[in-house]
Every structure is written in structure tokens, then in C-alpha cells.
């Protein structure tokens, strides 16, 4: 504020006097400390162009005060002078701060023809009415004459430089602005300074001031912060905008009306200068023009190739694969396989999207090492890729998939980590038909395998069938859960030797107006897939908690200690499902340590959420069973991460227990497992009294079967089959 109040002062002092000089020669003066001081305080990374600046602004204050010692204390106006060397000297150092200020930003070839088009247009301008005007003084020496167009010269320099700045793209901090600003005013005021003479016989004192707020602006410049930021790079848009187009057509159309001011068009000299000029312009148009059509089409170019290639994998796009199809369809009976990783969800979510991105990096490799030439290898999407053989048969389609199943089931090492990530592939292929039908043929296929836990699935009609049962199905799952057609029933886990009914499983049934007693096997694979079983496992939940409350009320210690509920993967991927159980507890009344819930292996193998469920409903008190144990993909191992309380031994390990060989040894395995982690263990399917023998001799205690009793809604609670000291079945 105080410099541009200052700078305001000149028009009030009278001019020339010696108060004004001074004043004047203070402001320049504290105009180049000023730079100094930003440059010691900010400390910008680049600083030569700061220093070039305060240089020129050095030797314009030397000048100024040589000429003010000429004229108030020699009392001379000599010219040129001493004072107009220091003047000239400036300028070269100005023009390389300003180039030094333009090589920070962009240097694209663009930018530097929109600055010439500028450049150009303005120059012509300047040399027609200042330049030129100039040149023609005949009444003048050699000296003189050269020293006077050496200013105008500068300034067409200056004007170029900040053409240049004006016309680059990209963001500009507040010290460039000022700076640009500045540098600007001085153009102004020079050039003002070279018209007046020319054109009147008016002052040049007015231009004092100008000068003076081009040095204040200056000082401000290199005292803002942001000096010392970082210079946001240029851009050259990719279409022709408006402004552009606005900017290139005047500078296009000054050349040719300057023709209408009559003593340029009059002139031969002037004549020539706008021809030259406008042949200028009209090239540079075209150049700039022409560089737009090749940014166009270079970024065509880009698109083309983003659309046709997978970003992160560089595998063929989806939309690149649906083209290959289309053309395999219509010369020929391709076939496509389709490949959906298994719990790759889970890889993301535990260790980060940038471990997932190097996961399917390095599978896509595998994918396309695989797949002979020339298929078409391609990521549809998430986790889904896709192989397209453009005529191949099924034996040899399936060969290659059951190839790309082995080599994407071995380990993937990423980041200190060794991953498993299992696949799902569906197979379909043909011809007659349209790639979006053969797409859904090979997604149908791989939804098939992923459900039935098959590598490879090819697409037959009968998918269809069942997938149209299913949706049927899912929908009466619907209807039969708004009209209370489920049912729970119980089967009693039973104590040896005592015989008394310890625990008892809830399950499930269906009893369907029209289709009868729908079995579990064949709704809950559907409620699985469509959502259901959350409600449905909510319900069985809370019905088997009140129903076990009850029974501690009436039947007191006859009453089973627990009730063991199963439990869905879909379920435990919610994450409030402990929250679920425990308002089950607390609406029952039941203790926690009277539940327990049952999941397979399979449900809690990729880990994630599922483990982190299991672990907060250790914390409420609730018991973990793992069911059918000893048949997922790595029993042993999830005994390590997965909080276990309770074994469910498989059934297959208990069907032939009564015969000696390896599944006796893998019983008595198991029980030993369980024993030596301190968890109870219990032997499912037991159907006859020597599975209880054999299974009682060998250790165990806690039986479960057919053999003491089918699932009901009431169970009898009496002893049922209890076990003599010598092993031997006896009736209670």
C-alpha cells in the first residue's frame, strides 16, 4: 500500500523536481532490496530468474539515477547518455528472467505457436506505429538513431516474451501473476514513452508512475509465498475452444485492417509491412491449426487403445473381446472360456488393492502363457478374464482349461505374502448364435462351477433349465418365508457313555403347499444365491434360542447344555452378524455359552470378514463349531486362525469306522487333533450301534446320527443308547 500510494505521489509533485526524483529513485531502489529479501526468505528452488530480475532492476534504478544526477545536479539532458546504457543493459536481463519464467511452464510446440500468433500480430502493430515511425527520423546521428530504435526493439522482445506467458495453459500462482502484471506496465510505459514524442507534444511524465508500479509489483511478487511454489506445467487443450478461436481470428483479421488506416494502406512501405505480416500469421495459423488435428487424432488414437486394452493387466478389453467374437462367430465355431477367481474379494480387502493389482498382474501373465496363438486373452471386469479360441474343439478347449487350472491354482508370492486364489472356469461354444448369447452360455457355465465347487463347467442346456428353477425357486423361498412355511427341527448330539442328549443341532425344513417337504439340499443352495438364507439363518437363529430357553425352563437339568445353529459364508460376511446373535441371546433370555454356532470350512477358508465374525462371537461367550471337518482345503491349517471350539467329524470318516484301514486311522487322528487343542470333538452320520461302538472304543464321546434319533421339533430327551465299560451297546 505505501509503494502505491507513493507511486500515486508522482502525479501530485510538479514535475521534474527534486523531491520527485528522489522519490522516485527510492521506490526502484527498495524495489530490487525487496527481491533480494523474498529470494533470502522464500529460498525458491529456482532462483536465477529472481536474481535476472533484481540485475535488470538494479541497472533501471542506476539509470534513473544517473539521469536524475544529469539533470538536477549537472543541470545537462544529454542523448544519449550514460543513463541510457544502463537503461539498454536492463533490458537483456529482463527478456532472460522472462525466458527463464517460460521455461518453467510448458514448452509444448503448441504453446509456443499460440505466443508467436500473438507475438506476431502485436509486432506488427508495434513497428507500423512506433518501430517504424522511429526509424524514419532523419534528424538525427547515427548514435541517436540507434539508441532510440534499440528501445522500441526491446520492447518488441518484451511483447513476444509475455505473448508467450499469456498464451500457455495450466495454472498461475499469485507471484507470476504479479510479476507478468508488472512486467506488463513496464511494456506499457516504455511504450507510451516512445509515442508521445512521436505523436505530441505532450510530457512523458504521465509514464513516471507506470514505471514506478511496475517496480512496486515487482517487489510485492517476490515477497508473496508463493514465489517459491513449484511452476504448474502448461497444457495445450485438445479441442479448439472458443477463446482460441476468438484470439486466432483477431490476429488473423488485424492485418488486414490496418490496411484501412490511410496512411498504411497509402504507404508502400506499410503496404508491404501488413503483407509480410499477414503471410506471417496465416502460416502460424496453420501450423496451430494443424497441430490441433494431430492432438485430436492422437488422443483418437489414446481412446482407441484405452478402450481395446485392459489399463491394468495390458490383456485385451472387454469391449476388444466382444469384437473378437463377433468376428470368430461369424467365420467359424469358436469357443470361449470364461475364468472367475474364487475369494480375490478377500485379497483386496485384506492387504489392499495395490497387493490385488499385482495378483492379477501376475495371473493375467499366466492366463495369456497359457492360451495358445492366436487367441484372444482378455479381462472383462473385476476379476474375470476370458479366453477366446477362434476354432477350436471341445476336447481341446477343455484341455487348455483344465492347463490354465493348474497354473492358476499354484501359490502367487506377492509382497511377502503366498496367496492361494482358486479358480472357476466355464466353457461354451458354437456358432448360429450371437456373442451376447454365447457371453451369458460361458457366464451361466462358470456361475455352475463356482456353485458346485467344479474347476471347469461346460454350458449345457440344462444350466438353463435349473438356473429358471432356481429363480422359480427363489421366489416361493419368498413367499414361503412371508407365510411361515419353514420349520425347525432338531437332532440330538448325544454324551457317551451316559447316553444323555448333550446338544442339539437345529436345521431346517420346508414344507411347500403344492411341492410338499422340499428337502435343504435343494433350497439352500438357492437361498445362497439370491440373499435368503440371511433372512432365513436370522430366523432359525432366533427360533432356536427361544426354543432352547424353553426347554431349560420345563425340562430343567434334562434340558441339552446348547444348541448348535448353522451358519452361511453370506451371513458372516455381514458385518454386524455378531451383533445379530447377540440380540437373538438377549430377546431369549439364553446364555451365550448355551449356542453354538456351526460353519463349514469352506465358509471361513479366505478368511476376511468371516474370521473376524467368528472372533467377535468368541468374545459374546458363543461356541465355534467347524462341520465337516477333515473335507475342505486346509483343515489343519484354519485350526491356526479360525477360533474352534467344537470338531464335526465327517461323516465319510465315520461310515466305514467299523473295518480296519485308513478311515479309522483318520477317526482316531481327528479325535487326537481335537484332544491335544483341548476342543471337543464330535462324530457325525453315525447310523448304526457298531459305528457307536467302534467310535466309543476309539475315544469319542459326543455322537450324532441317525442311530439316536432323526431331526424333529421335539426331541425325546430320555437316555437313549447307552455304553456298557466293556464297549459294547446296551438299551437305556
Known amino acids: 500500500m505505501v509503494g502505491v500510494a507513493a507511486t500515486a505521489g508522482q502525479y501530485v509533485l510538479p514535475v521534474g523536481s527534486i523531491t520527485g526524483s528522489i522519490l522516485y529513485d527510492v521506490i526502484g531502489a527498495v524495489s530490487v532490496v525487496a527481491i533480494v529479501l523474498g529470494l533470502r526468505v522464500h529460498r525458491p528452488a529456482r532462483p536465477a530468474m529472481w536474481r535476472w530480475f533484481a540485475a535488470g532492476q538494479t541497472s533501471f534504478v542506476l539509470g534513473d539515477v544517473t539521469w536524475v544526477i544529469y539533470e538536477n545536479v549537472l543541470d545537462l539532458s544529454p542523448y544519449p547518455s550514460l543513463a541510457d546504457v544502463f537503461y539498454l543493459a536492463s533490458y537483456p536481463m529482463f527478456v532472460v528472467a522472462l525466458l527463464l519464467l517460460v521455461r518453467q511452464r510448458s514448452s509444448r510446440l503448441g504453446d509456443l505457436i499460440d505466443g508467436a500468433i500473438v507475438a506476431t500480430a502485436l509486432a506488427l502493430v508495434f513497428w507500423i506505429f512506433v518501430l517504424r515511425p522511429v526509424a524514419a527520423d532523419s534528424g538525427q546521428t547515427l548514435v541517436e538513431h540507434v539508441v532510440t530504435i534499440a528501445y522500441p526493439v526491446a520492447d518488441v522482445l518484451l511483447l513476444a516474451l509475455l505473448a508467450r506467458l499469456f498464451t500457455s495453459g495450466g495454472a498461475r500462482t499469485a507471484s507470476v501473476h504479479l510479476l507478468v502484471l508488472g512486467t506488463t506496465l513496464m511494456l506499457a510505459a516504455d511504450t507510451a514513452f516512445s509515442l508521445i514524442p512521436l505523436y505530441s507534444e505532450a510530457s512523458t511524465h504521465p509514464t513516471d508512475p507506470i514505471f514506478l508500479l511496475s517496480y512496486v509489483l515487482w517487489g510485492v511478487a517476490a ?19 472458443r477463446g482460441r478461436l476468438l484470439l486466432f481470428g483477431f490476429c488473423s483479421l488485424l492485418a488486414p485492417a490496418l490496411l484501412l488506416v490511410p496512411n498504411i494502406g497509402a504507404d508502400r512501405v506499410g503496404r508491404w509491412s501488413v503483407a509480410i505480416g499477414a503471410a506471417a500469421l496465416i502460416v502460424l495459423v496453420i501450423a496451430r491449426m494443424s497441430g490441433f488435428v494431430f492432438e485430436v487424432r492422437r ?7 484405452t478402450t481395446m486394452n485392459d489399463a491394468l493387466t495390458g490383456l485385451a478389453s472387454r469391449r476388444r473381446f466382444e469384437v473378437a467374437l463377433a468376428d ?31 495378483v492379477l498382474g501376475l495371473l493375467a501373465g499366466r492366463v495369456r502363457a497359457v492360451a495358445p496363438e492366436p487367441s484372444v486373452v482378455a479381462r472383462l471386469g473385476g476379476d474375470e478374464f476370458a479366453v477366446l479360441l477362434a476354432d477350436a474343439g471341445d476336447d481341446e478347449a477343455g484341455t487348455i482349461a483344465s492347463k490354465l487350472v493348474t497354473s492358476l491354482s499354484a501359490p502367487v508370492a506377492v509382497g511377502g505374502h503366498e ?5 472357476a472356469i466355464g466353457l461354451a461354444g458354437g456358432s448360429g448364435i450371437t456373442p451376447v448369447e454365447l457371453m451369458r452360455q460361458a457366464e451361466s457355465a462358470m456361475y455352475a462351477a463356482k456353485q458346485t465347487g467344479e474347476p471347469v463347467r461346460r454350458w449345457t442346456p440344462a444350466l438353463d433349465e435349473r438356473a429358471g428353477e432356481f429363480v422359480r425357486l427363489g421366489a416361493e423361498i419368498r413367499t414361503g418365508l412371508d407365510n411361515e412355511q419353514f420349520r425347525v427341527v432338531y437332532q440330538p448330539i448325544v454324551e457317551l457313555p451316559s447316553g444323555r442328549v448333550a446338544a442339539v443341532e437345529a436345521l431346517v425344513r420346508w414344507e411347500h403347499p403344492t411341492r410338499g417337504l422340499v428337502s435343504p439340499i435343494a433350497f439352500i443352495p438357492v437361498a ?3 440373499g435368503l438364507i440371511v433372512e432365513l439363518g436370522e430366523w432359525i437363529l432366533r427360533t432356536a434360542c427361544h426354543k432352547l430357553a424353553g426347554w431349560r425352563v420345563t425340562l430343567g437339568e434334562r434340558a441339552p447344555d446348547r444348541v448348535s445353529v448353522n451358519v452361511s459364508a453370506r451371513q458372516l460376511a455381514r458385518p454386524h452378524f455378531a451383533a445379530t446373535v447377540a440380540a437373538a441371546l438377549s430377546g431369549s433370555g439364553l446364555p451365550a455359552s448355551c449356542l453354538a454356532i456351526e460353519v463349514t470350512e469352506t465358509a471361513v477358508f479366505e478368511g476376511g470378514q468371516a474370521v473376524i465374525a467368528l472372533h467377535e462371537l468368541r468374545a459374546l461367550g458363543v461356541r465355534i463349531a467347524l462341520d465337516d471337518f477333515g473335507t475342505g482345503h486346509s ?30 486311522v483318520i477317526a482316531e487322528a481327528l479325535l487326537q487333533v481335537s484332544s491335544g487343542l483341548g476342543l471337543s470333538a464330535v462324530a457325525e452320520g453315525v447310523e448304526t450301534a457298531e459305528q457307536a ?23 425325546d430327551f430320555e437316555l437313549t443308547a447307552a455304553i456298557t465299560t466293556s464297549g459294547e451297546p446296551v438299551s437305556a
Open 419 to 423: 496367496l492361494y486364489v482358486g479358480v
Open 328 to 358: 470368430a462367430l461369424d467365420g467359424g465355431r469358436p469357443q470361449m472360456l470364461l475364468l472367475g477367481l474364487n475369494g480375490f474379494k478377500n485379497v483386496n480387502d485384506e492387504l489392499g488393492r495395490p497387493i490385488g493389482d499385482r
Open 635 to 664: 483343515s489343519l491349517g484354519l485350526l491356526q486362525t479360525v477360533p474352534v471350539d467344537i470338531l464335526k467329524v465327517d461323516k465319510s470318516f465315520v461310515d466305514n469306522v467299523t473295518e480296519a484301514g485308513r478311515h479309522t
Open 693 to 715: 461302538a467302534a467310535l466309543h472304543r476309539l475315544g469319542y464321546r459326543l455322537l450324532q446320527g441317525y442311530h439316536y434319533g432323526r431331526p424333529v421339533a421335539e426331541p
Open 528 to 530: 445362497e444365491r439370491n
Open 299 to 305: 488422443q483418437s488414437a489414446a481412446l482407441t487403445r
Open 223 to 241: 515477497l508473496h509465498p508463493s514465489m517459491a511454489a513449484a511452476p504448474a506445467p502448461g497444457r495445450v487443450p485438445a479441442e479448439v475452444g
